[in-house]
């Protein structure tokens, strides 16, 4: 499904890292994310960010579910998948993703049940059938609601919500490295492919929070939190700049160098990339967000509009992540390693790793987050008929 | 019986106890290409060197190496374990390279340009079997390894065909096998070899372009164009894998 310009090595008329290398770390980053978002009220205490702050580990929860499916669905041998934690490469740095994976998906399971479990025993008392039994098997018994269970909780939570963070940006900063440390690859060779994976990890992650708590109490009818929005709207106008001033940085001192690999690479970016590359990620979904952002958080727009222009930038957000996955796996693959040519990526529709699976797989995970809403309870509100006062804790 | 009938059935007989010296297994001694292997009591592979060369100057581009090595191992069409680039520099130092269907037909049709050309030449590609290879480090199960004699293949049985080998390789030889699903590519062909062949393309080629040999046997040819003051290059130097492909008479040009 390719075509080429040039000569192009005759092995590399097929790409192999499909759309579903360029959904992967999409996911990851949208994992790491909304961990982060979860981090600042439990870890940096934004309090701002209380609404949403189980909300963004539920949804880290629902991505994390989902992310290795496209790599199952990319692997010649998927049944052979577990190899790579079994006979792992000390020298590959695609083995440490299965350590890697799981010791973060623990940590973010254990945070879930520390949090949840004083949510669910206070539930406990309204609940029957199925859900009880749920509830009490989440609890692990343990329905004990004095301060000083609720104290140990929190410090539990918090601890893990702090090793959460690193652990969140090993997870991205090292699918950064993946692609980083190629060095036959000179679209990837760059030492700053960690730090660039990482924010526009956060980036990606604060945007899907944004629309998905918007979305939810548009649906439900509920106000909408505006200092919780607004918070939200700062974070993501903060890491934005730095994501795209480093990403523009990272390209600038390439192009002021003028190695011998740039030569190559500015017909990159001047042709089979322009488009997806400086017309939508660069100009169009980077910039505009990048204004509407600033003026909401310099002026401080309130209300209707408030909500409004932050949905556009969430989503444009998010188009302009996915655009950067893209941009960089398949751009990488894309120019020949002959450096006299580039081959083109067409995928098809009902492919193994094309179009509709990946958006099977992009829509995985916001199913699974309806399912786990009907367990875990994501907002405040919902225990608001609780006889006993809620404690702050969580 | 008349004469003629006599030695018809004379030549039947043995016309076929000749093609059944072909069809037993009888214990046949094969000829042994790489001097020196056969006589070891037990192969040591630290005791070898081996190294491949390609002659720029004495590639023909017919693509016969191509053709044995596709029957050699089964290659799925559209996939090259080696090919062969056609170059073309003009005199104004334009490039223009090719290699259609990998040489696997050769190249019976000449390339036109519009500019009087300055150089022309064939360049073999196949596995550089790098000292330091990319391939090796990359891979997450440990499925692509380094043998003591300087061989780097691939165990099948391990490889989850992640690719991220054949995005390491500088050098574009490895790909995904469309059948067996898994990372695939050149292996000097270690098989024959390890019995005292030589690789199948270094049998085929008609010109002696391609070279293989042992570097602790002296008198190897390989060895011998080592001492000697021939140019002996590599491709892609910078990349640090240190290739054990050495290609004499490479011009700057080739990638
Ligand atoms: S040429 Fe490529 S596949 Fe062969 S050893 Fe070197 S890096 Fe590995
Ligand atoms: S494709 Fe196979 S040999 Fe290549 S890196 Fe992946 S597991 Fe290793």
Redesign the pocket.
């Known amino acids: 499904m390719a075509d080429v310009v040039g000569y192009v090595f005759p092995n590399e008329h097929h790409i192999h890292w499909s759309l579903m290398i360029v959904t992967y770390p999409y996911i990851t980053g949208i994992i790491a994310g909304a961990f982060i978002v979860s981090s600042l009220y439990h870890v940096f205490h934004v309090k701002a960010l209380k609404p949403v702050s189980r909300f963004a580990l539920i949804f880290a929860l629902s991505f994390g579910i989902c992310c290795t499916w496209p790599l199952l669905n990319h692997l010649g041998h998927p049944e052979r998948c577990f190899n790579i934690m079994l006979t792992p490469h000390p020298t590959s740095a695609m083995a440490g993703f299965g350590y890697v994976y799981s010791t973060y998906m623990i940590i973010l399971l254990l945070e879930i049940l520390f949090i949840y479990r004083a949510v669910f025993a206070r539930l406990l008392p309204q609940t029957t059938g199925f859900k009880a039994t749920l509830y009490r098997a989440l609890t692990f018994g343990n329905t004990d609601l004095s301060p000083a269970t609720l104290r140990f909780d929190h410090k539990v939570t918090s601890w893990l919500a702090l090793i959460g963070i690193p652990m969140a940006c090993v997870l991205h900063g090292y699918v950064g490295f993946i692609f980083g440390g190629v060095k036959?690859v000179h679209w990837w060779l760059t030492p700053l492919m960690p730090v660039i994976f990482l924010l526009s990890a956060c980036v990606s992650g604060i945007a899907g929070i944004i629309l998905g708590y918007l979305l939810v109490q548009w649906w439900k009818r509920r106000p909408v939190d505006e200092e919780c929005l607004s918070t939200l709207v700062k974070y993501l106008w903060g890491f934005l700049i730095l994501d795209v001033v480093l990403e523009l940085l990272d390209l600038g001192v390439h192009a002021y160098l003028r190695v011998e690999s740039w030569h190559v690479l500015e017909h990159l970016i001047s042709g089979p990339l322009f488009t997806s590359f400086i017309v939508m990620q660069i100009l169009i979904f980077s910039f505009i967000p990048l204004v509407i952002l600033g003026v909401l958080t310099l002026a401080n727009v309130r209300g209707k509009a408030l909500q409004i222009l932050a949905t556009l930038s969430a989503v444009m957000l998010l188009i302009q992540v996915y655009c950067m996955r893209w941009n960089v796996v398949i751009g990488g693959q894309m120019v020949s390693k002959s450096g006299r040519g580039y081959t083109f990526y067409h995928p098809g529709f009902f492919e193994k790793e094309g179009i509709l699976p990946t958006i099977l797989i992009l829509l995985a995970p916001v199913i699974i987050l309806f399912f786990l809403a009907k367990v875990f309870p994501l907002w405040m509100t919902e225990e608001g008929q609780n006889p006993q006062p809620i404690k702050n804790f969580n | 019986m008349n004469k003629g009938r006599r030695k018809f059935l004379g030549y039947l007989l043995k016309g076929t106890a000749g093609s059944l010296y072909w069809m037993l297994p009888l214990p046949i001694k094969v000829p042994l290409q790489i001097p020196g292997l056969g006589e070891e009591e037990k192969y040591d592979p630290e005791a070898h060197e081996f190294v491949f060369m390609v002659d720029i100057n004495r590639c023909i581009g017919c693509g016969s190496c191509c053709v044995a090595d596709k029957r050699e191992y089964q290659v799925p069409d559209g996939q090259y374990r080696t090919w062969v680039e056609r170059y073309l520099i003009t005199v104004d130092g334009e490039v223009f390279v090719d290699s259609p269907k990998g040489a696997l037909e050769g190249y019976p049709e000449p390339r036109k340009v519009e500019k009087p050309v300055r150089d022309a030449f064939f360049v073999p590609k196949l596995?550089?079997?790098?000292e330091e290879?990319?391939?090796?480090q990359v891979c997450p199960v440990g499925a692509?390894f380094?043998t003591d004699d300087g061989f780097?293949l691939i165990d099948y049985k391990r490889c989850i065909g992640c690719a991220y080998?054949v995005q390491?390789?500088?050098?574009?030889?490895?790909y995904i096998h469309k059948k067996k699903r898994t990372a695939d590519?050149?292996t000097w062909c270690y098989h024959r070899v390890r019995r005292g062949l030589l690789p199948a393309c270094v049998n085929a080629c008609p010109t002696g372009a391609r070279k293989f040999g042992d570097l602790r046997d002296p008198d190897s040819e390989v060895s011998k164009i080592l001492r000697s003051s021939e140019p002996l290059f590599v491709l892609k130097p910078d990349m640090g894998?240190f290739?054990r492909?050495k290609y004499l008479h490479l011009r700057q040009e080739v990638i």
């Open positions: 036959a | 596995c550089n079997m790098c290879p990319a391939c090796v692509t380094k780097v080998c390491a390789c500088p050098y574009g030889v490895r590519k050149c894998t290739p492909l």
